[in-house]
């Protein structure tokens, strides 16, 4: 059971770098998330999804991207990194008449 | 606004102790869902339990069990005689059907259990 799958896992950015963060769910969920976790602060709401086609800013929203083209896709856009952005990212789905969000392994993101 | 407390950051115990983690929840919404996740060293995140606003029964499976109080806002997690393998970091959640089912987090509390 795959469930919520996020690539790379591993990522060292260089100041100024893109990159794009994948999220693949093979659940059928219509929402979909992008978190990231820094010490001390728990897990933080970037974008959100609740269906194809429609994204939601989260949290803290500034200086990334996301896009969902598929259901099962929810790609994280970082366009010009900054080493604020070094963090640990978490993808999650929940189906829509659900209210338990199951999560990926997470993406640990170093910006130097 | 919702919010979740998690006022230990830290708790160390020697194996086979009982430990509780507090959690304590803000918000309106009369129906509203919590949660508590592991995030075990190797990083992921474990879905450990949901508990509804409406049922206010306490929970055990196997060494871990769950006091759930509405009254002081309170969603409690003991683990009964601590293992190593229940070293991590828990957190605490919320979400509620008007707030989207947005998760609101606690920051969490280190468990460290010594052998």
């Known amino acids: 059971n795959a469930g919520v799958t996020q690539t790379p896992k591993f990522r060292v950015l260089k100041t100024g770098q893109s990159m794009t963060l994948l999220c693949a769910q093979d659940m059928n969920h219509e929402y979909m998330y992008w978190y990231r976790q820094d010490p001390g602060m728990g897990l933080r709401l970037i974008h959100y999804s609740v269906g194809e086609g429609t994204t939601a800013k989260g949290e803290v929203p500034d200086g990334y991207n996301v896009s969902r083209l598929k259901k099962q896709n929810f790609l994280l856009g970082l366009e010009s990194a900054a080493p604020s952005q070094t963090s640990v990212y978490f993808c999650a789905s929940r189906e829509s008449s659900g209210n338990t969000i199951y999560f990926g392994e997470g993406s640990w993101l170093t910006v130097v | 606004a919702q919010k979740v407390t998690q006022a230990q950051t830290e708790i160390s115990v020697v194996e086979k102790e009982d430990v509780t983690l507090d959690c304590v929840y803000e918000t309106r919404d009369t129906t509203y869902y919590l949660f508590w996740y592991k995030q075990p060293p190797s990083g992921e995140l474990v879905f450990l339990i949901r508990?509804?606003?409406?049922d206010e029964q306490n929970e055990i499976s196997g060494r871990y069990s769950w006091n759930f109080q509405k009254s002081t806002s309170s969603f409690n997690f003991t683990i009964t005689a601590s293992q190593v393998v229940d070293s991590a970091v828990y957190f605490c959640?919320?979400?509620?059907?008007?707030?989207?089912?947005?998760?609101?987090w606690g920051a969490g509390t280190k468990l460290i259990i010594k052998p």
């Open positions: 959640a919320l979400t509620s059907p008007d707030s989207n089912y947005q998760l609101i």
């Open positions: 508990r509804n606003s409406f």
